[in-house]
């Protein structure tokens, strides 16, 4: 199921014994476009403390009430490494988080997750200590973006601006980032279009532009996305067909 990161901010945190907050933030492999981690705000359990959720360790969305149930205890979480003292969030920190957890690297691997496509198949994989680690030339380097930091970048299509990016569409299976919302409102006043990151043909992570293999009259032409609906696969349909773009092989 697809979800914007607006409605996941809103739901409740769940562990195993009870809520430890809500979403206030994602962690992006720029490589990938996949979601690697949720930042929870703790709220008034762990006053003035953040903590990082793998995808790993997600069981359940309750879309009724609004919960993201994961298999971890409160206790395990409290005691999980910080990350106020590493971030932005580096290889190294990241093996510490496995190593302590018990997970499989997500970057060894030729798919999304390692050697699978969704990071539930990973996690059930048995792990050694030194599968923990996994390949890595640079430890004090780091392949993740904020969602926060990204919102409001730029988007350039071919032949001009056509506003900046406002929101992400994940779908909650493989955890990669669908689409980019972006509201046109300083070009196309009221419009909202989705992009697949499939399209984007170069990223400026120091001037905050992502340039897209469109041209401005085919995003004018496009379909609008209302983030109050619920995305079909009809809809889905209809921005490829007007886009005249391919979907991935993985798509459905």
Known sequence: MLHNMKELSSYDILATDGSIGTVHDLLIDDKYWTVRYLVVDTMKW???RKVLISPMSINDFDFVNGN???SLTKEMIKNSPSIEADFPVSKKYEIEYNKYFG?????????TWGSYFYPTELARVPVENDEIVGEVEDPESSNLRSFKAISGYGIEAKDGDIGHVENFVINDETWNVR????????WWPGKHVLVSPHWINYISWVDKVV?????????KNGPEYDPNQSISKEFEDEIFTKYDKDRPWFWY
């Open 211 to 219: 340039r897209i293999d469109l041209s401005r009259d085919t995003i």
């Open 179 to 186: 689409y980019l919302v972006v509201d046109t409102k300083n």
């Open 68 to 70: 993201v149930a994961l």
């Open 103 to 111: 997970l499989r690297p997500y970057w060894s691997g030729e798919r």
């Open 46 to 48: 762990l006053p003035g």
